[in-house]
């Protein structure tokens, strides 16, 4: 069970738009802790793809965009492309003393 | 570029001890915090460690408190992590990552992994 809370998976067509979810608590998001998400492609280690919850790191396409609000976030994937998928995981700090840096379950995208 | 390769990965037996070691191609090695990341198969990521850039503050997620040391070699430009009492659950790719570019707690530095197999 993850700290923070994703979809397993969601799906879209080529040139569609899907966002993915990320729903934490008071200890994580929303304590107004970053949130952060990652992409993995299949056998390779995890990519930076959003930091401090809005920013792009140079290279990432504009496709990719994300907002975070209250105990959650999203991200969205607009124009889907086929190189899309992979799984998504959104990432935040937890002051609890169970955790740090924590991990949502990840999410399955299909193109 | 700040690059980190890991390795140290084998199998293991239940209840074995292990090292792993992840070393990084830049000489301000010791400008960074690191962090060991792990991904059972075919699960999601997990947080392991955390090792500040010197060594004055650690953290473990509870998972494997008194049984994994995280340490870092800033001289050797390494990380370490030493591994005892393994247990099958604690089968794994480990990650090393590091937050580098941005400021901010994320990760934008991972090396490949190395795979960490607990079995009999």
């Known amino acids: 069970q993850s700290v923070l809370t994703q979809p397993p998976s969601v799906s879209g067509a080529p040139g569609q738009r899907v966002t993915i979810s990320c729903t934490g608590s008071?200890?994580?998001?929303?304590?107004?802790?970053?949130v952060h998400w990652y992409q993995q492609l299949p056998g390779t280690a995890p990519k930076l793809l959003i930091y401090g919850n809005v920013n792009r790191p140079s290279g990432v396409p504009d496709r990719f965009s994300a907002t975070k609000s209250a105990s959650s976030a999203s991200l969205a994937i607009t124009g889907l492309q086929a190189e899309d998928e992979a799984d998504y995981y959104c990432?935040?700090?937890?002051?609890?003393?169970?955790?740090?840096?924590?991990f949502g379950g990840g999410t399955k995208l299909t193109v | 570029e700040f690059q980190l390769v890991e390795s140290g990965g084998t199998l293991v037996q239940p209840g074995g001890s292990l090292r792993l070691s992840c070393a990084a191609s830049t000489s301000i090695f010791s400008s960074y915090t690191m962090n060991w990341v792990r991904q059972a198969p075919g699960k999601g990521l997990e947080w392991v460690s955390y090792?500040?850039?010197?060594?004055?503050?650690?953290y473990y997620a509870d998972s494997v408190k008194g049984r994994f040391t995280v340490s870092r070699d800033n001289a050797r430009k390494s990380l370490y992590l030493q591994m005892t009492s393994l247990r099958a659950e604690d089968t794994a790719v480990y990650y090393c990552?590091?937050?580098?570019?941005?400021?901010?707690?994320?990760?934008?530095?991972w090396g490949q992994g190395t795979l960490v197999t607990v079995s009999s």
């Open positions: 990432q935040s700090y937890d002051s609890s003393l169970s955790g740090r840096w924590v």
């Open positions: 090792i500040s850039r010197g060594s004055d503050t650690i």
């Open positions: 008071s200890s994580n998001i929303g304590a107004g802790f970053d």
């Open positions: 990552a590091s937050g580098v570019t941005y400021d901010s707690d994320s990760f934008d530095v």
